[in-house]
């Protein structure tokens, strides 16, 4: 007996099955394809507490000149310097530091600075003038980043001796100073207390490295960052920087009171204030 002639419906039904199981196939790795590219986008742009090698011109122009070929790192003689991988949140193939784990060792040659093919890392910008006029490098002019202290967690803001941080410091005396106070808590004892100092800190995170609590209490953050920003109506007067700031000032900011008319000497000689 011959069997009957199959329907078309049921011809059909296997291949719209599998038309249709392929389709969302193709949607499910499209969709997964756009989350990876997205993340990928993500970290190809700055990360704000990134922080670079010494003579790292500014994280915009960074990030438009580095040509992430890895030389720097290549270069660094600690290994300190890493370039950032999918997952790091931080734009990916840059070269980075964590001090805590790697700091800048501050080599006298910065091999990493003239390494760079691209100008990403600017020598200009960590050298000085030789006693022949000519460029020499000098890692103590790098501006990597700032040491920040948190009193609050800081063992010798506690009255606890610890210098770790200050014998750390590769300009020592200059970069981070040891202040002895009295201490409030006993009325006895003295702190030693360090203070970090902008104008002389390169950033290099000895200090984090060596501070022994368990989440260092003192840490380096961007300059940009760590640092605030001056008003031009405010003036220390004795710093020559602010000096240079203040020829740029075309208004008048002078502030006046009833006072302003009499001279210093009367002010200060009247009896009441």
Known sequence: MLKNKPDND????????????KTFKSLGLAATGGLVWSGVIEEGRSAPLILRPPG???????LATCSKCGMCTEACPYNALALAKPGDNKPIGTP???PRTNPCYMCKDIPCVPA???GSLDKDLVSDKDENGNNKLNINLAKMGLAVIDRETCIAYAGIQCDACYRACPLIDKAITVDYTRNIRTGKHA???????SNSCTGCGLCEKACITDKAAIFVLPRKIAMGESSERYIRGWDERDEERMKEVTEDITTQTPRSDR?????LNQEEF
């Open 10 to 21: 049921e011809v059909t039904m296997p291949e719209r099955r599998e038309f249709l199981l």
């Open 263 to 267: 001279s210093a000497v009367d002010y």
């Open 96 to 98: 980075y530091f964590i």
């Open 56 to 62: 790292a011109v500014t994280e915009k122009e960074f």
């Open 116 to 118: 760079c093919p691209t």
């Open 191 to 197: 702190m030693l207390a360090p203070v970090v100092h």
